[in-house]
């Protein structure tokens, strides 16, 4: 069984940047799609962003586009989030997740291990 454990959350003003850190044990993660999501208070968990088991695929919620960049290190078991211009509506706890693949992966139904979690709040 393999575990994921986010690090990288704390917080931070508006506009600045965080990088976000998950890292895999027990089981290699380098032949699984990865993924982030989030939640914030009162709200039902999101996707954020997902990368294909090469790193040469990724998709983004529509809200994070062209600030949020995944990325992976196979070699180090690892996934990252680069999180750029946030925004107060970034604030959440943000989840890491594994799946066997990239169908499903958005929608979550696909994702086999969860994180626990690491918070991120942007100041206004």
């Known amino acids: 069984q393999v575990q994921l454990v986010e690090s990288g959350g704390g917080l931070v003003q508006a506009g600045g940047s965080l990088r976000l850190s998950c890292a895999g044990s027990g089981r290699t993660i380098s032949i699984h799609a990865m993924g982030w999501f989030r939640q914030a208070p009162g709200k039902e968990r999101e996707f954020v962003a997902a990368?294909?088991?090469?790193?040469?695929?990724?998709n983004y919620a529509d809200s994070v586009k062209g600030r949020f960049t995944i990325s992976r290190d196979n070699a180090k078991n690892m996934v990252h989030l680069q999180m750029n211009s946030l925004k107060p509506e970034d604030t959440a706890v943000y989840y890491c997740a594994l799946s066997p693949n990239t169908y499903g992966l958005a929608s979550g139904s696909s994702v086999a291990n969860w994180g626990q979690g690491t918070q991120v709040t942007v100041s206004s």
């Open positions: 990368v294909s088991w090469s790193g040469g695929k990724t």
